[in-house]
């Protein structure tokens, strides 16, 4: 008898470089954690409000569905066609987490990374900013009011108590009707 072909085909590349994108995306979000939190303490600005409380969350929130995937595919074909750079990121998130971890604490080097990040993260909101309100622009009026109650409806609704407690660690008052 012959033994059947042992060897296992290997993971397509595309899927491995997808898992990989993502294990990559992975770390970048913590690090980014890691380098904001080290960044606020330094610099004392930690009354921002949630992350709800900014632009983006109660717009992408009330968009449709489809309208959501529209809007994040044209958001990475902008970053494509922008070559936007994660390596480089990605090497000063590593140059982070040297800093961070010596010993005395470079200020200045840390600064000066965390504003690096921050323009570069501010380049990418900028881009999906341009391609939200081009979806904005690009719908009738009658989906642009479907739009606006759908939003209205979001910010009436608020953060939920569970996942954005008040700081002081007291329950939120009821919202007035």
Not at 8 to 35: C, D, E, F, M
Not at 55 to 78: C, M, N, Q, W, Y
Not at 135 to 164: Q, T, W
């Amino acid at each position: 008898m012959t033994e059947p072909n042992s060897t296992k085909p290997s993971p397509k590349p595309r899927r491995l470089t997808r898992a990989l994108l993502i294990g990559s995306l992975a770390l970048n979000v913590l690090i980014v954690g890691i380098v904001g939190g080290a960044a606020i303490a330094i610099r004392g600005d930690g009354d921002k409000g949630p992350v709800s409380d900014r632009f983006g969350s109660p717009h992408i929130k009330a968009l449709t569905f489809d309208d959501k995937r529209e809007v994040g595919r044209a958001i990475r074909s902008a970053y494509r066609k922008s070559n936007v750079d994660h390596r480089a990121d990605h090497q000063h998130y590593q140059e982070a987490l040297a800093v961070l971890r010596s010993s005395p604490l470079d200020e200045a080097a840390l600064r000066d990374l965390v504003m690096t990040l921050d323009q570069a993260g501010e380049r990418r909101r900028a881009m999906a900013r341009d391609v939200f309100l081009a979806k904005i622009l690009s719908m009738s009026d009658a989906e642009r009011a479907a739009y606006a109650d759908r939003l209205e409806e979001v910010l009436e609704r608020g953060p939920k108590d569970k996942k954005h407690p008040s700081k002081d660690g007291k329950p939120r008052p009821p919202k007035q009707p």
